[in-house]
């Protein structure tokens, strides 16, 4: 485990938790809107702007370290699992053979 992965995590946690504070907003603001405000119109475009300007800057914080995702995936399928079972150094029994019990 690297020691930046958790600042990087709270990063990505903490733009999420915007970004998803900034849709709600956006969809609150776009029903908002006058009824002839629509895609091309200047009062739902710059509505739209405003919207995407908020949101750049945590859009940056994903491509800064979203990286950071790929990094812990690829070292957890590499590290050994506390859940799988130890492998076992005796040799298997060969199928099919069978041993003469003496009475």
Avoid: F, K
Wanted: charge should be negative.
């Amino acid at each position: 485990m690297q020691t930046r992965w958790a600042y990087q995590l709270g990063v990505l946690r903490a733009a999420l938790e915007r970004l998803d504070a900034l849709h709600e907003e956006w969809l609150h603001t776009r029903d908002s809107l006058p009824a002839d405000a629509h895609p091309g119109t200047p009062a739902y475009d710059d509505a739209l702007a405003e919207h995407h300007a908020e949101c750049w800057s945590h859009l940056d914080d994903w491509a800064i370290h979203g990286h950071v995702l790929h990094e812990i995936n690829a070292a957890a399928q590499h590290a050994p699992s506390p859940l799988a079972p130890r492998p076992t150094t005796r040799a298997a029994r060969a199928a099919g053979r069978t041993h003469a019990v003496r009475r």
